[in-house]
Nanobody, 116 residues
Framework: QVQFVESGGGAVQAGGSLRLSCTASGFTFRLHAMSWYRQDSGQERELVATIERYHGETNYAGSVKGRFTISRDDAKNMVFLQMNSLKPEDTAVYYC?????????WGQGTQVTVSS
């Protein structure tokens, strides 16, 4: 069974940093691209960052480029999101998932709240 468990969220002031972690299970992690998504209340879920398999090419939403860094540890089946220079508009629940498998179930997510 494919599962994703996110952690590391919290409440920070604008300009602060957080590092999110996601542990995946139920599939061969190193063979799959992974993404972070976020959803604020009343908003659609947004793709934040993607890291490809093998060589680890990364892509970011324009709103986070230069502030967020996605990385992965294939030995631990984990993907990370380092978030720096946080802004109030980054407030959301953050989720990880396989990039190209839309039918995967979502995890519980981890709440990030940035105050001004």
């Amino acid at each position: 069974q494919v599962q994703f468990v996110e952690s590391g969220g919290g409440a920070v002031q604008a300009g602060g940093s957080l590092r999110l972690s996601c542990t995946a299970s139920g599939f061969t992690f190193r063979l799959h691209a992974m993404s972070w998504y976020r959803q604020d209340s009343g908003q659609e879920r947004e793709l934040v960052a993607t890291i490809e398999r093998y060589h680890g090419e990364t892509n970011y939403a324009g709103s986070v480029k230069g502030r967020f860094t996605i990385s992965r540890d294939d030995a631990k089946n984990m993907v990370f999101l380092q978030m720096n220079s946080l802004k109030p508009e980054d407030t959301a629940v953050y989720y990880c998932k396989r990039t190209y498998f839309s039918r995967d179930s979502w995890g519980q997510g981890t709440q990030v709240t940035v105050s001004s």
